[in-house]
């Protein structure tokens, strides 16, 4: 099942992450969270990874208007974000929204997750233009 959509972008990792994070906020989104995963499980268990990093992306209008029609939505929120290297390459990933959000079956969320895929597809378009 295929459950987000990527692209390949150029730049330094770093800059990566910011021009990801100045995309999402063009189109709304804050970044709740930022997790480096690649750092946690050096730190933790010792793994080497290459560079990972999830970015928890929110747009409050649209989760206002989500957890209205679906309570037990914040089991599923933020949307997640991922900035990644995997050979040479680095790659921005999103969730898609509606694969998210469709397994709650609440059909009331349809509109909402159509919107909110709109703008995560928009700001993967953004990273290259």
Known sequence: ????????????????IDRTKAAL??????????ID????L?????ADMEPYVILGACNPTF???ALQREPDLGLLLP????????GGKTYVKAIDAGA?????????LVGVAGE????LKETLSALNG
Request: charged share 20%; net charge negative; hydrophobic share 40%.
């Open 1 to 16: 099942m295929k459950y987000g959509h990527e692209t390949v972008v150029e730049g330094n990792f770093e800059e990566v």
């Open 42 to 46: 050096k730190k933790k268990i010792g």
């Open 79 to 86: 949307c997640n974000v991922v900035v990644m290297q995997k």
């Open 25 to 34: 906020a063009q189109r709304g989104f804050g970044v709740l969270t930022e």
């Open 116 to 119: 909110v895929d709109s703008l």
């Open 63 to 65: 989760a206002h208007q």
């Open 37 to 40: 995963v690649a750092a946690t």
């Open 100 to 108: 998210m959000l469709g397994v709650t079956g609440n059909t009331e």
